[in-house]
């Protein structure tokens, strides 16, 4: 799973479009503990491929708004 995220170029997107692009590719587990290490790798690499993003500080920020979008 981690060398599917980490394959993933999320550079120049928003949240939403990289979000997007992230679930196209499977479908989400039922356990929301698989969901949850799903969500914090992308949150992780989505701030990797976008260090000089200023509207998102950590890599927390960005999952709690994914997990939001997502629920």
């Known amino acids: ?6 394959s993933m170029n999320f550079s120049n997107m928003d ?8 679930l ?3 479908r989400l587990p ?3 503990q698989k969901i949850d ?4 790798k992308f949150a992780a ?12 500080t950590s890599a927390d920020t960005v999952y709690v708004l ?5 629920m």
Do not use: K, Q
Not at 1 to 6: L, R
Not at 15 to 22: G, K
């Open 15 to 22: 949240i939403v479009a990289a979000l997007r692009h992230f």
């Open 37 to 40: 290490r799903l969500m914090e």
């Open 45 to 56: 690499r989505y701030c990797e491929c976008n260090p000089t993003n200023t509207l998102f």
């Open 30 to 32: 039922g356990e929301a």
């Open 1 to 6: 799973m981690y060398a599917y995220v980490d």
């Open 66 to 70: 994914a997990f939001s979008i997502i």
């Open 24 to 26: 196209e590719g499977f």
